[in-house]
């Protein structure tokens, strides 16, 4: 919502105004100065100081257009400067670090992945921060003006405070990740849970583009889901994470690393599915899983030529999801349901089997329309990260710390 002469903290209100222009311009540019008025719903000397700021911040340039229908002179548009503006997004997987160089139009520059084993003598934190620096040493020669720092990964998290309570993988107990790494580089810092991020990314870039109301199930070495509604992210609390991976689907189940037993993480994530695929294969002589090593691609391989055992298991695993995505139908009445996992291979194995849940088990006028469809980009990368920068030059946050140098 763009705020002009309503109650309330200037420097919000700024905030929330530059935002919105930044995007209008990211959006439509080369786009005129009246025609941003328009847009934004604010008066010509509002879009004038802010424009004026952006200009002499060298965060917007201008640049001559035609405009449609017009025999003229050229009109003076604005378009975004993102090239000398740098940020770093990183991702934090299993046993490994993405780090990368992007600009502010979230275009790569450099990326790289480093180890970054579950058992080290160093703690986590200072692993993450000595890669880190490192990373810059090794690239000072592209650097241009860093803006800010955006990590995504697998956890726990109080995204406010940049706090990780508790991944997978690593053993760690309330990580400072965020307050660190601000007091190393001085950037702002913006943590998410990858899942969360990789939703973003998907509504700013991706599957769910101009779509206002969105389920991302992701399903991978975690499981978990993004909201979109209304077209904007959902929020709650210190966190953006729909926690269906810790939602618990059997008391008697197996520890998760949260502390419950039997969450759907320990019976729908990959590693879960390979294991009980594994299991299966003792009492299974005769399927096609014998013949190569057991991977997600020869499970989804498998499946689709139509070996019972790994049809089975793909097919449980899609139900498992299938029964909680259905619950959040009832809640969300999304447009579609986004599904970002590896066993996309195997689509057309695995979405009807979600799908089937949803039209069974939610409400018919909530589901009878409703598309379940493959995430644009794979949960590799760092896009997510750019993600993160982007809302936070649209949202105002960011951008507002530019804009004051």
Request: one cysteine or more; charged letters at 20%.
């Amino acid at each position: 919502m763009i705020l002009e002469g309503q109650p309330g903290h200037i420097d919000r209100i700024k905030q929330i105004n530059a935002g919105a222009v930044y995007r209008l311009i990211d959006l439509y540019g080369p786009i005129s100065r009246i025609d941003l008025s328009r847009e934004a719903r604010l008066a010509p000397a509002s879009i004038t100081k802010i424009v004026r700021e952006m200009l002499e911040a060298h965060l917007v340039q201008e640049t001559e257009f035609e405009e449609a229908g017009s025999r003229g002179r050229p009109a003076i548009g604005l378009i975004l400067d993102t090239v000398a503006w740098h940020h770093l997004a990183v991702r934090i997987g299993k046993g490994e670090m993405t780090l990368a160089l992007r600009d502010l139009s979230s275009r790569l520059v450099v990326e790289e992945q480093r180890p970054l084993p579950a058992e080290a003598d160093e703690p986590l934190l200072s692993r993450i921060i000595a890669e880190t620096d490192a990373f810059f040493i090794r690239h000072q020669h592209r650097l241009e003006r860093l803006t800010a720092i955006a990590i995504t990964l697998p956890g726990i998290l109080d995204v406010k405070r940049g706090i990780v309570h508790r991944m997978p993988f690593y053993s760690i107990n309330d990580m400072p990740l965020g307050p660190a790494l601000e007091q190393r580089t001085g950037l702002p810092v913006y943590i998410h849970h990858d899942i969360c991020a990789w939703t973003l990314a998907e509504a700013l870039f991706g599957a769910s583009r101009h779509t206002n109301d969105v389920i991302q199930v992701v399903i991978d070495h975690n499981v978990g889901a993004g909201v979109i509604t209304g077209g904007q992210m959902l929020h709650g609390g210190s966190g953006t994470l729909i926690e269906i991976g810790h939602t618990q689907v059997d008391p008697y189940g197996q520890l998760c690393y949260c502390g419950n037993h039997g969450c759907l993480e320990t019976v729908a994530s990959t590693t879960a599915m390979l294991e009980l695929a594994a299991q299966r294969m003792r009492t299974t002589p005769h399927s096609v899983l014998h013949q190569r090593p057991l991977t997600l691609d020869s499970l989804c391989d498998a499946a689709l030529t139509g070996d019972a055992l790994a049809r089975d298991v793909i097919i449980d695993v899609g139900h498992s999801v299938g029964r909680i995505v259905a619950i959040m139908v009832n809640l969300f009445h999304p447009q579609k349901i986004l599904i970002g996992s590896p066993l996309n291979r195997a689509m057309d194995i695995l979405h009807p089997a979600i799908a089937d849940c949803i039209r069974r088990q939610s409400l018919p006028d909530y589901s009878h329309s409703i598309s379940v469809e493959p995430t644009h980009f794979h949960n590799t990368g760092t896009m997510p990260g750019a993600a993160l920068v982007k809302d936070a030059l649209y949202n105002g946050t960011l951008l507002v710390k530019l804009l004051q140098g």
